[in-house]
């Protein structure tokens, strides 16, 4: 199956894509696996069991949570975040889980859910198992699936089987960097163009254009949102939310400090970052853990470049999206499989490739841009606070989308001719991310997740 610009860019709810949003798609599946079935009506009880880094940070990235509202029937993109603590306060004080309109069940929270820390399923580090029973405590149907990073999910027999096959054949089909700008040379065409172009075929729509402007509103919605949100961020760390103050500092200043401008792009990520801590509405870019790393680059672009436009933006997300389809395909964005290299770093990637395109960097400009961006996160880790993703979740991001800026600026003055190639930093993330111990990727049992004192 083609990967889609939407696939690398989702609508949904923090704190995490891979612990929040996939444990919410994988819930509906079973609910729809079950209903498929026709062995919904038949169901008594479920047991939810998690693995690995789903188990040791689960709680911390409101997976338990994800999992109640996914069973519930509640999607990523549809539900509404402020109700989401009212829905499960009433179904762990009911003891219910309402499977559809028609059918409720019993459930106990201390006895059907079940977290296993120090056991890593072989397939992937994020598993979750589903089993339904019926009223004689009969399993009807047990499910393994995996989220994989950025929202993606899979269950365990596809796993298994070759996952990037086209469903149809693409105008424009690439697997690599080197690829992607021999079609570019081949064709005429910008790196924008030709995903575009395979978007059409694969997604069959002609509302592209507006769907792209429509995830830029969502992002948009979000620095709004955490530019005027106050107080303190849920968990025992206690973080206050920082991005008001600044915004109102900032809007207030009149200093003619020629760096300002990076305030602004600190305050785009942390602002889009407290939203997601908090459980608000965000776009994965491509992953939550990573989600204000785009918005802030491209909030720089639509502010304070002069002659920005709609179709900057739209150049901009289908840039960053054919950079993200490249790790995708041949690395991960699952920092619980390489570390946060695999999300702020493939963020910074996007963002720095995306960014120069738009600022009149050519194809190799961009490919530049884009290994530059990661070059300089390989080997960052994952090491969550408590398993919050607060710190230094969210300050890691104001570093990696002003690292993206620069990286983009660099590569503008070059030629686009460079030492390391894209497919070569890319292939050195992942093998960097396969030597990296455990303990490093999304587990809270190392770094600073171990040196900073929880009170």
Known sequence: MGLSIFDLFKIGIGPSSSHTMGPMVASNRFINDLDSRAQLLSVHSIRIDLYGSLALTGKGHCTDTAVLLGLQGEQPELVDPDKVPGIIEQTIQNQKLKLSDSHTVDFDYDTDFHFHEAVFLAEHPNGIEFTAFDRMKKPLLNQTYFSIGGGFVLHKDEMTVATSQQSKPLPYPFDNAEQLLELGKKHQLTIAEIVLENERQLTASNTITRDLLNIWSVMEQSIERGCIQTGVLPGK???????????????????????????????????????????????????????????????????????????????????????????????????????????????????????CAVLGGDNEQVENAAEIGMEHNLGLTCDPVDGLVQVPCIERNTMGAVKAINAARLALQGTGQHQVSLDNVIKTMHQTGMDMQDKYKETALAGLAVNVVVC
């Open 237 to 355: 760390l206690q973080v206050q939310r920082r991005a008001a103050n600044i915004f109102k500092t900032l809007s207030h200043s009149t200093s003619d400090d020629q760096l300002a401008v990076l305030d602004w792009v600190n305050l785009f990520a942390l602002a889009v970052n407290e939203e997601n801590a908090a459980g608000g509405r965000i776009v994965t870019a491509p992953t939550n853990g990573a989600a204000g790393v785009i918005p802030a680059v491209l909030a720089y672009y639509d502010r304070f470049v002069k002659g920005s436009n709609e179709k900057g933006i739209e150049t901009f997300l289908a840039t960053a999206a054919a950079i993200g389809m490249l790790y995708k395909k041949n690395a991960s964005i699952s920092a619980a499989e390489v570390g946060c290299q695999g999300e702020i770093g493939v963020a910074c990637s996007m963002a720095a490739g995306a960014l």
